[in-house]
Structure formats: structure tokens, C-alpha cells
């Protein structure tokens, strides 16, 4: 089966950045497209960013554009989260998610999930 491995969550500073990535072990198909996703404390799991199998086409929340970047290395199963200027309300759970599905926001198309990294962004 396959397995999503997140890593590089941490504290920062706000207005700081981290890099969050995603490593795909076991089984892995040269169609899927990935995401991420984040869940904070008493709210619900939101989409975040997504990337499609080529990555030539990505998706973003409103509320991060502009500050964070999904990127994918295709060779090493990878997806990346670039996330700059980060603000308090960025603290939340990440997830990422593979789906063989097109690019997609919605959560209940995507077949695979990691365990999830915390990100806290301090005032």
C-alpha cells in the first residue's frame, strides 16, 4: 500500500517560513496528483493546495495565495510546501494526500493521507 510521510513542521516566528514535505512510499502511480491539507483545533479539515501529476497546474485556498507554493519532485515522490509569511492563524495540523483524481480541493477524492505535521506560528 501506499504510505505519505510529512515532515518539517515545527514552531516559527510569525512572518517567518518553513518547508514542509511529503515522501510516498510502497506503491505509487505515475497518475496521481497531490495535496495538502490542514486542521486546527475545534474546525474542520481545510484544503490548503494542490498540485497535478505533471505539475503544471496548481490550486490554492484564497487565504494562502501568495504565500505558500506546492511543488512536486516527481523523481523522488515528493510534494513540497513552501509557506512564507506566516501568520498565528496558519497553526494548524498539515496532511498530505494523494488522489488519482485530477487536481482536486474537495477532500473526499484524494485515497491516501500522511500522519500529519504541526505547524505553530507564534505571535
Known amino acids: 500500500q501506499v504510505q505519505l510521510v510529512e515532515s518539517g513542521g515545527g514552531l516559527v516566528q510569525a512572518g517567518g517560513s518553513l518547508r514542509l514535505s511529503c515522501a510516498a512510499s510502497?506503491?505509487?502511480?505515475?497518475?496521481?496528483?497531490m495535496g495538502w491539507f490542514r486542521q486546527a483545533p475545534g474546525k474542520e479539515r481545510e484544503f490548503v493546495a494542490a498540485i497535478s501529476w505533471s505539475g503544471d497546474s496548481t490550486h490554492y485556498v484564497n487565504s494562502v495565495k501568495g504565500r505558500f507554493t506546492i511543488s512536486r519532485d516527481g523523481t523522488k515522490n515528493t510534494v513540497y510546501l513552501q509557506m512564507n509569511s506566516l501568520k498565528p492563524e496558519d497553526t494548524a495540523v498539515y496532511y498530505c494526500?494523494?488522489?488519482?483524481?485530477?487536481?482536486?480541493?474537495?477532500?473526499?477524492?484524494?485515497?491516501?493521507w500522511g500522519q500529519g505535521t504541526q505547524v505553530t506560528v507564534s505571535s
Open positions: 510502497g506503491r505509487t502511480f505515475s497518475s496521481y496528483a
Open positions: 494526500a494523494a488522489t488519482h483524481w485530477s487536481v482536486t480541493t474537495m477532500r473526499s477524492r484524494y485515497d491516501y
